[in-house]
């Protein structure tokens, strides 16, 4: 994510002028309208409303609602940048792609935590739960799955396996898997993604 | 499980005498002590304790600590009751039978909610998390492996597959999963769960 210089887009009457850090302003707009709306019915208008700032000023900041989302939450990646990965290279290696990015995603400390805080809220708080399935439908599972023509339900016992595989490995730590090899995770987990894309 | 009549066992001095809901006091000492030392180091003699019963009290309400801890968790079934129903018939319908029994066991609230609620708590407290792993690995997970032979890896990544299957259905309400078929999800699903069974 690129950081842009302040002051780009104007900003309406009673805005405080120069904030320091209106990136981090928009940024916590974003995350009450999505906990609010949920992630489809939330939109940029309604974000830099919430900042009292101009809509183009959001734009500015962030190319997408996607990628708003991302950053609110403190993602480690966008849909834009992880759907074309899974998208490109053989059909017939599509689960081992999927496996190998998911491992390699949740392997750090830094770029899993973000993702296990959101699936924790998701399991805990309805708002949460709503906000998270339409982000994770819509923005990821539909995108791969309409692109190479899966049916949505495939894709979802696909998300199924690596969501239980990722909640048994970091949080709940089942043995042996919490410290099983990343290749031996690949070898196991690969062929059931396969065989729901092969479906 | 079966409801003994009351006053089987001595009481300590200090305990009142015939209290009118003994088994609902083992219960909640269970679930103290459960959560405070977890499944394994967890012992029907610190219950007794806790509850400030005679050890042979507890025996007469509960005759395993798996089985207390269904009961406490008020879980609609002890490892007792599931695992030998797993481990009976083809050992090739092995998937087909732990899939329709998982979507059997949550199809309806009143099962349905107790194992979620304990799902809940091991995904936020980590003391929940613990008690949690222990009971589901070694009173469940392991009893099958063991007894026909998978390695622990291979039932886990089963286990990995049904619980994100799960969280999809009803915590996350994923479409179109959540309203999926039960006929469906078993032919989805059950070539996965045989697949790590045969390994």
Redesign the interface.
Known sequence: MTEPSQGGGRRRPGRRPGSADTRGEILAAARKVFAEKGFDKATVRGIAREAQVDPALVHHYFDTKEGMFAAAMRLPFTPQDIVPVLLEGPREEVGERIVRLILGVTSEPGTREPLVAL??S???NERA??M??EF??NAVLFQVADRIGVP???I??A???????I??RY???????AS?DEE?LVE??A??IQ??FA?
């Open positions: 699936i924790r998701a399991m805990t739960a709503v998270f399935r994770i439908s949505h339900l495939r979802e016992a998300f199924g396996q690596m969501l239980g595989v909640l048994g949080v709940l730590g089942l043995e042996p898997l099983a031996e196991l987990l062929p059931t065989r729901y479906g």
